[in-house]
């Protein structure tokens, strides 16, 4: 995935604002927890062996390339909140032709917390290229990943832009470590 740092913090703040602007945050009565199962306009890509180790892939219309964004939604770190609110932003930018990986991930007071929060973030990003990239039939344009994320996310989504720049982490008791 080539991109300046620059380019992808800028593009990280353009679409977290965008996100905001669009009523991300919505109140908790309108983001009651989706069926992750079933989603009709995505695809549920598992990315690790943890039940919150997936994604919903939003493909837009075409043989593509399509840009990518990848969306990592936030909520204050915790359990109880979910991608599903960004499900519907999601899918207006498919409808754009902009594709949308729609990650998830474990979170505090679940499995999650440091530092597996943040190899999940890492390991989410790293399956467009593998699993991600073949679901999609070869459609994505990994030359143009973008990030956007709200709250927690976006604080995931700014690490996960320089996340190669950084050095190694302490290894997390049963994963590998990340940077």
């Known amino acids: 995935m080539k991109s300046t740092r620059s380019t992808s913090l800028r ?9 905001l602007a669009a009523g991300c945050s919505n109140s908790p009565s309108d983001t009651a927890a989706a069926d992750h199962d079933t989603q009709p306009d995505a695809l549920r890509i598992s990315y690790g062996d943890d039940a919150d180790n997936y994604g919903f892939l939003h493909l837009p ?3 593509g390339p399509h ?3 990848v969306m990592v939604h936030g909520g204050g770190w915790l359990e109880d ?6 499900e519907p932003l999601s899918q207006s930018l498919a409808d ?5 990986w729609n990650i998830e991930y474990r979170r505090v007071e ?3 917390g440091w530092p597996i929060t943040l190899a999940d973030a890492d390991d989410a990003t790293e399956a467009l290229a593998t699993s991600v ?7 994505l344009d990994l030359d143009r990943v973008h990030l ?3 709250s927690a996310g976006g604080h995931l989504a700014a690490w996960i832009a320089g996340r190669h720049t950084l050095p190694r982490m302490p290894r997390a008791r049963n994963h590998r470590s990340v940077r």
């Open 81 to 86: 909140h979910d991608l599903s609110y960004f």
């Open 148 to 150: 956007a994320g709200h």
């Open 61 to 63: 219309g075409g043989a």
């Open 67 to 69: 840009p990518v964004v």
């Open 110 to 112: 679940g499995a999650g």
């Open 133 to 139: 990239q073949d679901a999609a039939a070869g459609s």
């Open 96 to 100: 754009e032709g902009i594709a949308v």
């Open 11 to 19: 593009t990280a703040v353009f679409l977290t604002a965008v996100a």
